[in-house]
């Protein structure tokens, strides 16, 4: 299946995660563009984390999580601030690509664990 079409597919989660995500990290990306420098695959944060959240709903590793998707995506919203923010403040005193490498890592994995700790959804 289209990696587009499980991301749209899912209800409109995607909004419920892009959006708080955007808005979170705008001012720290306008306050720290000078302070780091930007290679064009960190914006990568974006989609992968959130894509990674959606595979494991769509391969029902919890049996399939439901309305419970959009307090999770929101909950992984956070991730792309922070990450942008330790950017940020780390700048260029370290590797920058090795840097940005283990923020995407640790935020994928971040995702797994939030997927795993949501409960499951209640069906009445």
Known sequence: MNPIHIIMSRGGIWHFYLIPALLLSLPIWILGRRRAR???????ILVLPFFLFIALDYWHVKGGLGWTLITGSMYLSGVVPAALLVRVIVGQRANRIRLASILLIVSCLIAVVVYLL???????
């Open 38 to 44: 930007w290679m064009w695959w960190e914006s990568s």
């Open 118 to 124: 949501l409960p499951p959804s209640r069906t009445y």
